[in-house]
C-alpha cells in the first residue's frame, strides 16, 4: 500500500501561473483534505471532501479550487498563484467517524509550493 | 474560537529520559485530539487519538492523556530514542461533524544520544 501519494513534489511557479496538486489514496477513504502550513502557524484546512463528487470550504479556502471525480483522487489547482500562496501542502484522507471508525487522518509526504 | 497551543516551541533532552510534551485547547467541548508526528520535509503520522469520552491512550513508550475540563492533552514519551527527534503537533476537532482540525504549531523535540 503507498498510502497517501501527491505530485508534484516540489514546484516553482510565477506569479499569475496556474497549476494543480494531485493526491492519491489507496486505502479507499471516504474523506480527503488538503491543507497549507506555513512557518509560525498550524496546519490550516483549505478544501475538503466528504465523497466522490463532493467539495466544501475549509478555513482558508480563497484562492484554490478541489475537484474529486474519482474516490481515490483530489485535486488542488491554483488559477493564478500568488506569492502569499508559497507554503507547504499537505492531502490527507480517512475513513468517515462512526461507532466502528474514529475518522483517524492519514498525510501524504508534502508538495512545496514557491511562487516568485 | 477555538486556539491550540503547544509549549515550549523546542525542547531538547538526553538519551533515556521520559519526557512529556503539552497541548492546551481553549474550548473544551471536543470531539477528539489527536497527536501526530512530523519528522523534517515529511508528512504527518498519526501518533494517538483520544475520543472526548477517553482519558487516555497508548501505544508502546507513547502515553496521551486528555483532561477537557481543564483544555489539556499531555504526551508521555517513555525512555526517549534519538530516533524520537521529530515535531510533534496536537490537532481538536470540535464535532462529530465538523471536518475542520484545529492543530497547534508543534513541539520540535531533539534526543540527545
Known amino acids: 500500500n503507498a498510502g497517501v501519494t501527491q505530485t508534484p513534489k516540489f514546484r516553482v511557479l510565477k506569479t499569475g501561473q496556474s497549476m494543480t496538486l494531485l493526491c492519491a489514496q489507496d486505502?479507499?477513504?471516504?474523506?480527503m483534505y488538503w491543507y497549507r502550513q506555513d512557518p509560525g502557524m498550524g496546519l490550516r484546512l483549505i478544501h475538503y471532501s466528504v465523497g466522490e463528487g463532493t467539495t466544501a470550504k475549509g478555513e482558508v479556502p480563497d484562492g484554490y479550487n478541489v475537484s474529486r471525480l474519482k474516490k481515490q483522487n483530489f485535486l488542488l489547482g491554483l488559477e493564478s498563484a500568488a506569492p502569499s500562496q508559497t507554503s507547504v501542502y499537505f492531502c490527507?484522507?480517512?475513513?468517515?467517524?462512526?461507532?466502528?471508525?474514529?475518522?483517524?487522518?492519514?498525510f501524504g509526504e508534502g508538495s512545496r509550493l514557491t511562487v516568485l | 474560537k477555538q486556539e491550540v497551543t503547544q509549549i515550549p516551541a523546542a525542547l531538547s533532552v538526553p538519551e533515556g529520559e521520559n519526557l512529556v510534551l503539552n497541548c492546551s485547547f481553549t474550548d473544551s467541548a471536543i470531539y477528539n485530539l489527536q497527536w501526530f508526528r512530523q519528522d523534517p520535509g515529511k508528512g504527518l503520522t498519526s501518533l494517538l487519538l483520544i475520543q472526548s469520552s477517553q482519558r487516555e491512550q497508548t501505544s508502546g513508550r507513547l502515553n496521551a492523556s486528555l483532561d477537557k475540563s481543564s483544555g489539556r492533552s499531555t504526551l508521555y514519551i517513555a525512555a526517549s530514542q534519538p530516533g524520537d527527534s521529530a515535531t510533534y503537533l496536537c490537532?481538536?476537532?470540535?464535532?462529530?461533524?465538523?471536518?475542520?482540525?484545529?492543530f497547534g504549531t508543534g513541539t520540535r523535540l531533539t534526543i540527545i544520544p
Open positions: 490537532a481538536v476537532r470540535l464535532s462529530f461533524g465538523n471536518e475542520k482540525l484545529t
Open positions: 490527507a484522507s480517512s475513513y468517515p467517524r462512526s461507532d466502528r471508525n474514529t475518522g483517524e487522518l492519514f
Open positions: 486505502m479507499n477513504h471516504e474523506y
